[in-house]
């Protein structure tokens, strides 16, 4: 699924079905979790994208 493909209606429609199920209460500590998981998953991801990048490497190899 494309994230361009989501409406600003359909982000409506989910902010309300989440609201419904997990009342107004616990929305917060949600969001907090989930963009603690992105930082998370974003740092790790960045980490070994630096490990192994090939340009980066070729670049470093002309260099010598």
Do not use: C, H, Q, Y
């Amino acid at each position: 699924m494309v994230l361009g493909a989501i409406g600003p209606g359909s982000v409506v429609i989910i902010a309300i079905v989440a609201l419904l199920i997990f009342g107004p209460k616990k929305l917060p500590e949600l969001g907090k979790a989930a963009g603690k998981t992105l930082r998370e998953f974003k740092n790790a991801t960045a980490g070994l994208a630096d490990d192994v990048d090939p340009v980066k490497d070729n670049k470093k190899d002309a260099d010598k």
